[in-house]
T-cell receptor
């Protein structure tokens, strides 16, 4: 898991509530990413950030929001607008500002979110 | 459409045996191909990363091959151990302006004693 931490490991929420997932890295990486992993599917990109105070939508950004106020932190908020929020969420960082190019992406341990 | 397909979907082998996992991709343009190991409930960990010009790369008992002409890659695990039980994910990085990562769905490997 390198120097990336995600908290909490398990999170339970009631439908209709917003919830924020934490991601912190001490690798001094410029780029950070949020992915969602569902059974039987490959990881899908939600949002990514190349630099502080800037971020871009990934493939499935609807119902999610992010902020990048500090280089080390990239929290993800799952809003009530996300229709199927129950999933395993993975944060990653990369030592480049690219959107996942030849530089390695290092993943955190993940947060499993269950919404009932 | 950019896609990464892995086979088999799951595999059971006995401890000490070898196995080979397959990855076929239709990603263009191509930048590099990566293999990750993901233990259950954990984040993926990188095993190898290969660019267009690399045919093979090893990381301990793991050896990845790449045939850029046929757009195929394989991951060979030698002398398997119980700790090799995990999901192995093939990921292709698309070059060009988007530089997007395309993830396979993974091969779930179970090593039994």
């Amino acid at each position: 898991d390198g120097g990336i931490t995600q908290s909490p490991k398990y999170l339970f929420r009631k439908e209709g509530q917003n919830v924020t997932l934490s991601c912190e890295q001490n690798l001094n990486h410029d780029a950070m990413y949020w992915y969602r992993q569902d059974p039987g599917q490959g990881l899908r990109l939600i949002y990514y950030s190349q630099i502080v105070n800037d971020f871009q939508k990934g493939d499935i950004a609807e119902g999610y929001s992010v902020s990048r106020e500090k280089k080390e932190s990239f929290p993800l908020t799952v809003t009530s607008a996300q229709k199927n929020p129950t999933a395993f969420y993975l944060c990653a960082s990369s030592p480049t500002s690219g959107r996942g190019n030849s530089y390695e992406q290092y993943f955190g341990p993940g947060t499993r979110l269950t919404v009932t | 459409k950019n896609q990464v397909e892995q086979s088999p979907q799951s595999l059971i082998i006995l401890e000490g045996k070898n196995c080979t996992l397959q990855c076929n991709y239709t990603v263009s343009p191509f930048s590099n191909l990566r293999w990750y190991k993901q233990d259950t409930g954990r984040g993926p960990v990188s095993l190898t990363i290969m660019t267009f010009s690399e045919n093979t790369k090893s990381n301990g008992r793991y050896t990845a091959t790449l045939d850029a002409d046929t757009k195929q890659s394989s991951l060979h695990i030698t002398a398997s151990q119980l700790s090799d039980s995990a999901s192995y994910i093939c990921v292709v990085s698309a070059g060009g302006a988007t530089n997007k990562l395309i993830f396979g769905t993974g091969t779930l490997l179970a090593v039994q004693p």
